[in-house]
């Protein structure tokens, strides 16, 4: 079901930035990072089963973060960093990430990505998938006081980008990126291919809803005028493209 975006008021020039979460936004990494859990589980912990499956319930999420909110061992994050960073080769673009971003430079959209990575490993990242080129900033969760789902990681984009929140929306897969976005007084987009669950991000309260990541481009579109809010008691539809309107006031795919 396709629908039509509504962008609140407050941003009479439209949308001048965007900032994207990377894990499962732009990238396919789920798979790597559930091995890259397992293996540092085994290493630090020992026997038994390496609880993957909790792991992923904190999409979004610094993993010191998550390590420390499910009990496990700090220790746990360098073997971590180390077998992500042996498998990267199998981290792939989301299909029609680079001609996205390609088309909102065009359209001279602000881009910054926001991530529960530490930067240096965000950045290694795009630039071994060539997306680092298409993007103005890269903020990772080590280089902000408090990571996702504060605020601070989507102001210090916006800070670099000198863009003021009510121009701006955040792209994210789980519901610290939308909590985030929130907090810093942007429009919090729900994007449906990342790694969370319909159910989990419409419970989250997103202000718009993403079935693709070509769903954007609506949100962006400089020919198109920002119309007026909708009422606030909507929610956001599903498989396609819908808005709530909210005013300024108003774990990165995956840990990492």
Same mark, same amino acid.
């Given at each position: 079901?396709?629908?039509? =975006?509504?962008?609140?008021?407050?941003?009479?020039?439209?949308?001048?930035?965007?900032? *994207? #979460?990377? !894990?499962?936004?732009?990238?396919?990494?789920?798979?790597? =990072?559930?091995?890259?859990?397992?293996?540092?589980? =085994?290493?630090?912990?020992?026997?038994?089963? =390496?609880?993957?499956?909790?792991?992923?319930?904190?999409?979004?999420?610094?993993?010191?973060?998550?390590?420390?909110?499910?009990?496990?061992?700090?220790?746990?994050? #360098?073997?971590?960093?180390?077998?992500?960073?042996?498998?990267?080769?199998?981290? &792939?673009?989301?299909?029609?990430?680079?001609?996205?971003?390609?088309?909102?430079?065009?359209?001279?959209?602000?881009?910054?990505?926001? &991530?529960?990575?530490?930067?240096?490993?965000?950045? #290694?990242?795009?630039?071994?998938?060539?997306?680092?080129?298409?993007? !103005?900033?890269?903020?990772?969760? /080590?280089?902000?006081?408090?990571?996702?789902?504060?605020?601070?990681?989507?102001?210090?984009?916006?800070?670099?980008? !000198?863009?003021?929140?009510?121009?701006?929306?955040?792209?994210?897969?789980?519901?610290? #990126? *939308?909590?985030?976005?929130?907090?810093?007084?942007?429009?919090?987009?729900?994007?449906?291919?990342?790694?969370?669950?319909?159910? &989990?991000?419409?419970?989250?309260?997103? /202000?718009?809803?993403?079935?693709?990541?070509?769903?954007?481009?609506?949100?962006? !579109?400089?020919?198109?005028?920002?119309?007026?809010?909708?009422?606030?008691?909507?929610?956001?539809? &599903?498989?396609?493209?819908?808005?709530?309107?909210?005013?300024?006031?108003?774990?990165?795919?995956?840990?990492?």
């Amino acid at each position: 079901m396709a629908g039509v =975006a509504v962008r609140r008021s407050g941003a009479p020039g439209g949308v001048r930035a965007v900032v *994207l #979460d990377l !894990d499962g936004v732009l990238v396919d990494s789920l798979a790597v =990072a559930r091995e890259a859990f397992a293996l540092a589980y =085994a290493e630090v912990v020992g026997g038994g089963v =390496a609880p993957v499956d909790e792991y992923c319930r904190h999409p979004g999420r610094y993993l010191p973060d998550v390590l420390r909110l499910m009990g496990l061992p700090a220790a746990m994050a #360098d073997p971590f960093v180390r077998e992500s960073n042996r498998l990267a080769h199998l981290v &792939t673009p989301v299909p029609g990430a680079a001609g996205l971003l390609g088309v909102l430079r065009g359209r001279g959209i602000g881009l910054a990505v926001a &991530t529960g990575r530490s930067g240096v490993r965000a950045r #290694d990242l795009l630039g071994r998938l060539d997306l680092l080129r298409l993007v !103005d900033h890269v903020v990772g969760s /080590d280089e902000v006081a408090h990571p996702k789902p504060a605020p601070d990681i989507v102001r210090r984009a916006l800070e670099l980008l !000198d863009v003021a929140p009510a121009d701006a929306l955040m792209v994210g897969d789980a519901p610290s #990126d *939308l909590a985030s976005a929130r907090a810093a007084g942007v429009l919090a987009v729900a994007a449906l291919w990342g790694e969370s669950d319909a159910a &989990t991000l419409l419970a989250a309260g997103p /202000d718009v809803v993403l079935a693709g990541l070509g769903e954007l481009l609506p949100l962006c !579109d400089p020919s198109c005028p920002a119309p007026g809010a909708t009422p606030p008691g909507d929610r956001p539809a &599903t498989g396609g493209l819908a808005a709530l309107g909210r005013g300024p006031d108003g774990v990165d795919g995956h840990a990492g």
